[in-house]
């Protein structure tokens, strides 16, 4: 029992380090930027030794690769709402619904986002990164679609992965474009008219 009780001490002295270690580098990267900041700032700012920061990351790019994962599982969650629409109308309002939800989460992300694509134009590591939760997300639209299709809702004449990847890439330049706080139209606007040009397009 005693042994058990000194691992589970063990374990958990470990998680809260590894957790302080990705909000000091949440804290650094927003401050300097992907290029600028370095894991020797993140450990300092964590206030813990270098030898055990690199028990848990291999550098500021794993750092990284963790802190994308876990705003981008918001985003998919987003995603991963049920979708077995009876109607068209309900489909149609769904992902009306998904779609401003996804955007609006780029605008409340904004800052890491930027981070984010600042890492993707200079790192292979989190570029590779990008491209599969890219795949996740076109994969999960693609499971919707041939859903809406089986069930009578959608056009069966088109293929569903070509039609997710698409729908996928109009949301990230979108997506995109709001982080970099381009867009010319409001969140809302851009969402109904993507969507409503999206759905006349798939939905019967």
Known sequence: MATERTTDKRHLRSAL???KLLVAAKQVFLEEGFQKATISQ????????????YVHFQGK???LS??????????????????VPATRDEAVHTIRKQTLAFLKMAEAERHMMQV???????SSVISDKWKGIREK???RISSD??????HGLARTDLNHL??????FYTNEMYLWEIVRDEHQSSVEEIAVNITDLYTAGLYL
């Open 17 to 19: 380090t590894r957790q």
């Open 42 to 53: 993140m450990i300092v700012a964590a206030k813990i030794g270098y030898g055990t920061a």
């Open 61 to 63: 790019e794993d750092l």
């Open 66 to 83: 963790v802190l994308m994962e876990n705003v981008m599982e918001q985003f998919y969650e987003i995603a991963a709402i049920s979708f």
């Open 116 to 122: 984010f694509e600042q890492a993707i134009g200079i």
């Open 137 to 139: 997300f076109i994969g």
């Open 145 to 150: 679609i041939a859903y809406s299709q089986s």
């Open 162 to 167: 070509l039609i997710a990847r698409g729908w």
